[in-house]
């Protein structure tokens, strides 16, 4: 599985933009990169994944990188709702999803 | 439409206690996947079945640990000669795709066992 860095926290102010960085240097070819979240309480929440082109749905858009050694999960607009863990994985054939430790986002009203 | 179920959503047990845990995953969703999450850590993965039979059960810690999935629907967690460090939220996922790694999973709450 490949490796991911995220920072361990951030913070951002309700309805700013967030941008969460993640590093996977050793992602393989066919590995897709998915995003999930995990609200307190609460099983991880799907948000969003893609292969090699930018990615938007309604939670979010996945912006990665050239070369796929990184991506940028962007909320275009924080609300005290996207307070949560965010996860980035990228995931192999192998079908299970390897969490690491994921990013702790903090939402100031 | 319904997600995925899990119940218990709490067990307490003493040391050394049999529990099962049981997973509704949503319908038609033929893989299935058991995580469980310590406390300030990310889930760890356990098992994997597709269908009826475990695909990947690499995760499970040792032979205490048995999960099944009878008809390719519900699946149980079981645990035996419970200790204190299985103490965890034991999370439970589905998803509609058997194979390849394009499919997003979707988890319940899980159940918080805690070992007494």
């Known amino acids: 599985d490949a490796k991911t860095t995220q920072p361990n926290s951030m913070e951002s102010n309700e309805e700013e933009p967030v941008h969460l960085p993640c590093n996977h240097s050793?992602?393989?070819?066919?590995?897709?990169i998915h995003w999930y979240r995990q609200l307190p309480s609460q099983g991880p929440e799907y948000v969003i994944h893609?292969?090699?082109s930018n990615v938007n749905n309604r939670m979010a858009s996945l912006a990665i990188a050239e070369d796929r050694k990184s991506s940028t999960l962007i909320l275009h607009r924080a609300t005290l709702r996207d307070a949560a863990v965010y996860y980035c994985?990228?995931?192999?054939?192998?079908?299970?999803?390897?969490f690491g430790g994921g990013t702790r986002l903090m939402v100031k009203p | 439409g319904a997600g995925v179920s899990q119940t218990p959503s709490n067990k307490v047990t003493e040391k050394g206690k049999y529990v099962e845990l049981r997973c509704d995953p949503i319908?038609?969703?033929?893989?299935l996947y058991w995580y469980r999450q310590s406390l300030g850590q990310g889930p760890e993965f356990l098992i994997y079945?597709?269908?009826?039979?475990?695909?990947?059960d690499s995760g499970l810690p040792n032979d205490r640990f048995f999960a099944v999935r009878p008809e390719g629907s519900v699946s149980t967690l079981k645990i035996q000669r419970t200790e204190r460090g299985d103490s965890a939220v034991y999370l439970c996922?589905?998803?509609?795709?058997?194979?390849?790694?394009?499919?997003?999973?979707?988890f319940g709450n899980g159940t918080r066992l805690t070992v007494t």
């Open positions: 996922a589905s998803s509609l795709q058997p194979g390849g790694n394009n499919s997003p999973l979707h």
């Open positions: 050793t992602i393989s070819g066919t590995d897709y």
């Open positions: 893609g292969l090699t």
């Open positions: 994985i990228p995931r192999d054939a192998g079908n299970m999803l390897t």
């Open positions: 319908s038609g969703h033929t893989a």
């Open positions: 079945f597709q269908g009826t039979g475990a695909a990947d």
